[in-house]
């Protein structure tokens, strides 16, 4: 039965959900492998897994950085400047590449950036080690 109570980012992670901090190393090495030069190289195949694995870090990233956002005053810069992010990541989540490989490597490409800005606002919440 439904207490009404709503979660906020002291109550912990949900039940069922893994309470293990983000892995920000892996998420900004697999995020690196799409910027820069070298990913014009990788292969159809090696792309696609690296944007399944940029979607799954950033589904695991929002809600950790979204629960250390609400938990800061409603005019805080930083909660804002998070939140922001979330909503950008979300978006760009929804989005589906046009066809052709340049086309996929581009909408990865905004994936890692989107990958990339989390880590830094997980970081700068306080959620990550300095």
């Given amino acids: 039965m439904a207490t009404g109570r709503t979660r906020n ?3 912990g992670p949900p039940a069922g959900r893994d309470s293990r901090p983000l892995d920000v190393e892996t998420m900004r090495a697999t995020a690196s492998r799409l910027i820069g030069e070298a990913a014009s190289l990788l292969s159809a195949d090696e792309l ?3 944007t399944l694995q940029l979607r799954g870090h950033m589904m695991v990233a929002i809600p950790d950085i979204e629960r250390a956002a609400f ?6 810069v930083p909660r804002a400047c998070a939140l922001a992010c979330v909503g950008e990541a979300r978006m760009r989540l929804d989005l589906a590449p046009d066809h052709g490989l340049a086309a996929e490597l581009k909408h990865a490409q ?5 990958v990339n800005a989390l880590c830094d606002h997980h970081h700068n919440l306080g959620v990550a080690p300095s």
């Fill in 48 to 50: 696609e897994a690296l």
């Fill in 71 to 76: 938990a800061l005053p409603e005019d805080d």
């Fill in 9 to 11: 980012a002291t109550d």
């Fill in 110 to 114: 905004r994936l890692a950036r989107s």
